[in-house]
């Protein structure tokens, strides 16, 4: 039996064995008043067990089981409360129990804490042994009950909410994706930047799930405002990847220097066909900057179950392999391994969707007569039809759009900043509602999600056209920008 096996057996055992025990009580003693409230005790205990595993995890980067031991002391959270708050659950977790089901069994509950206190004595010994300033700690933190303030350093330590997400991750994303990781004996013991190919929504959860660390991720701004209360309590912070960031960078360095673990997707944004973006000068010097190693992890598989221009994800395997840490000053190796292309030869799980990719019909030139379906798509006005084409027959149809200046203006009805507009695109400038501005004086012209164009000008317009591709609208840009 393998080391997960192991705890997975243990985790169940210990689950169920006290269940088993009080219920068994029952054929010698008759069951006695019931205390409805003490399965508050029993979830509550639950709760408490899981999140103080869960730092175990992530900040001690190992379990609460000898298969895994962690690797570094762990004061944070539940354990800034007390030095054992796994078994101070487990203790709540059967008092509960014993309270709810039979009173007669409160002699298992007491035999417990006793067989509790004894080995939590030897692991505080082993502890002093293995870790340098375990005698500090020991003198500063209670030994069973949480009696101290919590506390954690949210730079470098992990939330109450990101170690309650990470348990819910956890136990969520096996229903939807096969998650195969190779290379965890790769990862770094101190800290480092972890750098990812972008083609999907959940990819941040897939490199958690792989590396089991509290790792900071940065969010686009727009998206940040909306849920700034969630993003902050799970360590994320906000971007503009239209201009220069200086708050961004300064929690950048802040976090390497402070030795936490910072995520970033060099792209900046979801590729749309399994092709890496360019990467933005400045996350290359950012990058440079790092004291810290670079880890590279790169996603397979993901971009084939919900590429950007998906309209649902689809169940699936992903494989997400973890490569040598490289220096900094090497990053270009980084990059070779995250954005190596493994996806061409292959074909999408569901192609609905893919007209805001395809936004203009490869066969007969006309804009928006792309009609998807589940194994294919047609055209609406010349007929022409594709089905189940690999990711390279769709890069190629895609290659294959013809830019002209005589399809201008391009325009459409949108929601621009919350409210009902329009915007028109010309040549050489843009109006968006009353407001036109010279393409010229445009600092950024972005793609967010796959229905949304951020511009950035004097001010940020974001943008929803309603009835166009959004990547439609950025790709002219780009052309006029270069003729």
């Known amino acids: ?199 999907s929504y959940p990819d941040p959860l897939f490199v958690i799930d792989a590396l089991n660390s509290y790792v900071r991720f940065p969010i686009t701004t727009a998206h940040y405002e909306k849920f700034a209360w969630f993003f902050d309590r799970v360590g994320m912070f906000p971007i503009k990847r239209y201009t220069v960031d200086v708050p961004a960078i300064m929690k950048f360095t802040k976090t390497m220097k402070s030795e936490g673990i910072i995520g970033i997707f060099p792209e900046g944004e979801r590729n749309w066909d399994g092709r890496s973006l360019e990467v933005p000068e400045g996350v290359i010097r950012l990058l440079k900057m790092s004291p810290n190693p670079i880890l590279p992890v790169r996603i397979n598989e993901a971009h084939l179950l919900w590429p950007r221009w998906a309209k649902k994800l689809q169940k699936g395997i992903i494989k997400v392999e973890i490569g040598d840490p490289v220096d900094p000053q090497n990053y270009l190796k980084a990059f070779d391994y995250i954005f190596w292309d493994s996806f061409k030869d292959k074909k999408y799980a569901d192609y609905r969707g893919i007209e805001k990719y395809l936004w203009k019909c490869p066969s007969c030139k006309t804009f928006g007569t792309i009609k998807s379906f589940k194994n294919g798509f047609r055209c609406d006005n010349c007929g022409a039809q594709w089905l189940t084409p690999t990711v390279e027959k769709v890069r190629g149809l895609h290659d294959s759009i013809e830019f002209s200046f005589e399809d201008l203006p391009l325009h459409d009805n949108a929601i621009v900043n919350g409210k009902k507009s329009k915007i028109t695109l010309y040549k050489s400038k843009i109006e968006i509602g009353d407001k036109t501005i010279s393409l010229s004086e445009i600092q950024s012209f972005l793609t967010e999600s796959n229905k949304s164009i951020y511009i950035f000008s004097s001010g940020l317009f974001i943008i929803h056209p309603l009835k166009t591709s959004s990547l439609m609208w950025k790709e002219y840009f780009d052309f006029l920008k270069k003729a």
Do not use: C
């Not at 939590?120 to 020991?138: P, R, T, V």
């Open 1 to 199: 039996m393998n080391g997960n096996l192991k705890i997975i057996f243990k985790l169940i055992l210990i689950t169920i064995l006290p269940i088993f025990l009080v219920v068994m009580t029952d054929f010698f003693a008759p069951p006695t008043i019931t205390f409805k409230w003490a399965i508050a005790l029993v979830i509550f205990g639950i709760l408490w067990s899981a999140i103080s595993s869960a730092y175990l995890i992530l900040d001690g980067h190992g379990t609460p089981f000898k298969e895994k031991p962690t690797k570094r002391l762990v004061r944070s959270g539940p354990y800034s409360m007390s030095r054992h708050p796994v078994y101070f659950g487990f203790i709540l977790y059967v008092l509960g129990l014993s309270l709810y089901f039979n009173l007669f069994s409160l002699w298992i509950w007491a035999l417990i804490v006793i067989l509790i206190v004894i080995k939590a004595l030897i692991e505080d010994k082993s502890m002093i042994n293995k870790f340098q300033d375990a005698k500090a700690y020991q003198r500063s933190t209670p030994f069973l009950l949480p009696m101290k303030r919590w506390k954690v350093d949210p730079i470098t330590e992990p939330t109450f909410l990101y170690a309650f997400m990470f348990l819910v991750g956890k136990f969520i994303v096996p229903f939807f994706f096969d998650v195969r990781i190779r290379g965890k004996e790769k990862i770094p013991e101190g800290p480092y930047a972890v750098i990812s190919n972008h083609t």
